[in-house]
T-cell receptor
Framework: DAGITQSPRHKVTETGTPVTLRCHQT?????MYWYRQDPGHGLRLIHY???????DKGEVSDGYSVSRSKTEDFLLTLESATSSQTSVYFC????????????FGNGTRLTVT | DAKTTQPTSMDCAEGRAANLPCNHS???????VYWYRQIHSQGPQYIIH???NNETNEMASLIITEDRKSSTLILPHATLRDTAVYYC???????????????FGGGTRVLVKP
């Protein structure tokens, strides 16, 4: 299994509070991604990174920010959590070869009350 | 990206081969076929991918028809731990850092029975 660790695995927070989710990889892969998975919507890309300090928006980036200060860590921050951000969040990594597959972490289940 | 069609569910017997079909009749020449599975409460797990040749790894075999309009994932000796939702995805990397846009559809719910 790809060396991807997401923390925390579960979190409950209140509306309006900031939340940071962490993704840590041991594969030294350049590309890292944050997805959310919701019933009826499948997996949707939030943000991705193509190197240290290099990030870009995905299809559902509003309300989220990311940072990557080290190759191994990719942080997802909800600046002010809302109930619509209740979801399961998955981090993924990818090798450099074109069409390399994604490898996913085991997710963080976030509940915003 | 091309759309895929998979059976909603299927059962298979433990120890037997599981053959999971996928139709992707609108696949374009540079699109790869990827298979992932998701076991309840875990992240999607990559299984295998291919372009036009059959592929095999330690988990499964992927058989792609000559016209590339369909494929079959074969789990050679299904175990109870193979019970999961299996997703067939066709996609291509557009050459940017966003990589492949993976659209996970409904997938096939596979139940391996003792």
């Amino acid at each position: 299994d790809a060396g991807i660790t997401q923390s925390p695995r579960h979190k409950v927070t209140e509306t309006g509070t900031p939340v940071t989710l962490r993704c840590h990889q041991t594969e030294n892969h350049r590309y890292m991604y944050w997805y959310r998975q919701d019933p009826g919507h499948g997996l949707r890309l939030i943000h991705y990174s193509y190197g240290v300090k290099d990030t870009d928006k995905g299809e559902v980036s509003d309300g989220y920010s990311v940072s990557r200060s080290k190759t191994e860590d990719f942080l997802l921050t909800l600046e002010s959590a809302t109930s619509s951000q209740t979801s399961v969040y998955f981090c993924a990594i990818r090798g450099t070869l074109l069409n390399s597959p994604l490898h996913f972490g085991n997710g963080t289940r976030l509940t915003v009350t | 990206d091309a759309k895929t069609t998979q059976p909603t569910s299927m059962d298979c017997a433990e120890g037997r081969a599981a053959n999971l079909p996928c139709n992707h009749s609108t696949i374009s020449g540079n699109e790869y076929v990827y298979w992932y599975r998701q076991i309840h409460s875990q992240g999607p797990q990559y299984i295998i991918h291919g372009l036009k040749n059959n592929e095999t790894n330690e988990m499964a075999s992927l058989i792609i028809t000559e016209d590339r309009k369909s494929s079959t994932l074969i789990l050679p000796h299904a175990t109870l731990r193979d019970t999961a939702v299996y997703y067939c995805i066709v996609s291509v990397n557009q050459g940017n850092a966003a990589g492949n846009k993976l659209t996970f559809g409904g997938g096939t719910r596979v139940l391996v029975k003792p």
